[in-house]
Every structure is written in C-alpha cells, then in structure tokens.
C-alpha cells in the first residue's frame, strides 16, 4: 500500500491505529478524515505523528465532501472508523446512532464506486451483532445468527448487509469486523473500563468519595487491548478476504464486576461497589465471548497484550489526568 485513508481518526481507535501504521509502514501515506484535528492526549510522540499525517476536517454526513475528498486522495486502503460507537448512546439517540452509522459508510462507498476507485475498504463492525446468546452457544464464531438487540448493533448490522451489497453486485474489495469490546489509554469515560478505570484513580487521588459506581455489574465481555486491535485492523485490510467477516475478539470472556475488583487491587485500595439504576440499559446481553480460529488461521494474527497489562495501563492514563 502506498495510501491509506482513516475515516474517525481523531478519535481513540484512530489515533492508536495511526500510531501504530506510522511505526510499521513507515512508507505508507496516512490521511484522515475527521470533524476536527485530533488532541490525542495518549500518544507520547503526537507531534511527530500529527505532522505526518494529512487531515481533512469535515463532516462525513455530507457526501458531497465524503466524494471530493476520496477522489482527490485516491487511497489504497480505506479503514472506516467514522461512527457513534457507544451502546448506551443509542438508547438514548436511536435514531441519530442508525441514521449516522449507516450514512457514514453509504457515502465512503458510493464515494468509491462514483470515481470508479479500487481501494480495499475494512468495514468496522460489533460484536453486538450477536444479540443475546447462552453459554452453550460460546465461542461465539461468524456463523453464528446476528439478531440485534439495541439500536446501536441495528446500524452494525445494516452495515454489514451493505458492505456485502457493495462487496457482491459493485465488486468493492470490502472485509468487515464483528470487534468486540476493546480497552486502552485515552478511551472515553462513557465506556465501562475506561469509567471504572477513571473512578479508580479519582479515588486513589482523594477527589472522589470511595464508593466505585457502575451499571450491571454481572455481565460478561470479551475485552481486547486497542493495541492489538489495530494490529489486527492493519492485518485484514491489507490481507483480509473481500466478502468476508471476522472476530476481532480475545477468546476469554471477564465480568465485569471482576474488572471493577481487579482495577482496585492495582491502586492499591479496596472499595464496595454500588449499581446506579441510571446507568443499567433497556435490554443487555449478559454474556459475550468471541471465537477467533478464522482470523488467526487466515491471517495469522493473534492477541499479545495481556489484560492485565491493559488494564495498569488505563489506570496510570487516567491517574495522570484525574
């Protein structure tokens, strides 16, 4: 690849995917698309990285400006990150989350099939595809049913269905992700480690009450460092097969209850834990563990951070900032 397009890189995945692709393909050119020029507070060397890159600041609804700014950077790749990713933000903005997501993709591919462009696109997708599921349906693998549950994995569904359209009857080289949870420095707050990590350290700074708040405590995800999700993001759009879907997961499903006591032992306190009804969703699945045989087998790739690690590492971003 000489080009690579990062649709939503001014956000967390985008800035560790950037990050990561200017460290190992030194040679490749990076654009991004964004609404604005990101701050990336978690990279250590963001000066660097940021002259190096060449953003387009914009919104991605307007597809006008998706079709001229795709057309003037020609990629090779394109890996589309641009979306509202937070289920919780969908309850409350069904509406806005659906129509976002999957208007977002619609023009990035019509931007390519209209310029007549052959880039290879990686669809980001959610592990919330799956739906509700029982332990005996775990691993979950890509054969299984998609059957979505909130409106967030609606869009992530749709997304899917239009990548195969887009993949099958235009021929766009597309390969889409059902990722699962994912974890690392700079994530939002809104996103329950990242939460629990950032109470956490508020506690251990005495600005905080010593009473750790989160929603259900009981539900179990499969969790994957944003590190080694962006390896495996660089691995399938440069290798990945057109038409296909994979997990991007870890295989080993944590409670989340569990994280809340693991992070705690990190600062070196101990804290009861309370359920705030505020934070507890119309409908969650209680329990998501992915299968990934199909990309380690295609694609060689495999997680390597352990999640401990990635969890040490959340607490001392946010012990640094809190």
């Not at 020609?74 to 129509?99: F, H, K, M, Y």
């Not at 998501?288 to 087998?297: A, D, F, H, S, T």
Request: proline share 5%; charged share 20%; with cysteine.
């Amino acid at each position: 690849m000489r080009s690579t397009l990062i649709t939503g890189i001014s956000g967390f995945v985008g800035g560790h995917l950037a990050n990561y692709l200017h460290r190992v393909r030194p040679d490749v050119a990076i654009y991004g698309m964004s609404r604005s020029i990101p701050s990336w507070d978690f990279i250590p060397s963001r000066e660097s990285l940021v002259r190096d890159i060449t953003f387009h600041a914009g919104d991605m609804q307007d597809a006008s400006w998706v079709d001229a700014m795709i057309r003037e950077i020609d990629p090779d790749a394109i890996i589309q990150l641009a979306a509202q990713s937070s289920v919780a933000e969908s309850w409350r903005n069904p509406r806005g989350t659906v129509l976002n997501n999957l208007s977002l993709l619609l023009n990035v591919f019509e931007a390519v099939r209209q310029n007549d462009l052959s880039p290879r696109i990686l669809n980001i997708g959610s592990s919330e595809v799956y739906g509700s599921v029982t332990e005996q349906d775990l691993p979950l693998r890509e054969s299984h049913t998609v059957y979505a549950l909130n409106p967030y994995a609606v869009a992530r569904v749709a997304q899917e269905q239009l990548a195969a359209i887009y993949c099958n009857s235009y021929h766009l080289p597309v390969v889409s992700t059902r990722s699962f949870n994912h974890i690392g420095p700079g994530q939002d707050s809104r996103f329950v480690v990242s939460s629990i990590a950032k109470q956490v350290a508020e506690i251990a700074r005495g600005k905080r009450d010593p009473v750790l708040t989160i929603g259900n405590g009981s539900i179990i995800r499969d969790f994957l460092d944003v590190r080694d999700v962006v390896e495996a993001y660089l691995n399938l759009v440069e290798r990945g097969r057109s038409g296909e879907v994979y997990n991007v997961c870890s295989g080993t499903g944590r409670k989340i209850a569990d994280i809340a006591a693991a992070l705690s032992s990190i600062a070196g306190i101990s804290v009861p834990i309370r359920t705030s009804t505020e934070l507890l969703r119309p409908r969650d699945n209680p329990i998501l563990v992915g299968n990934n045989e199909k990309i380690r087998k295609e694609i060689g790739w495999q997680p390597g951070i352990p999640f401990e690690e990635s969890l040490r590492a959340i607490y001392e971003y946010w012990y640094s900032r809190v």
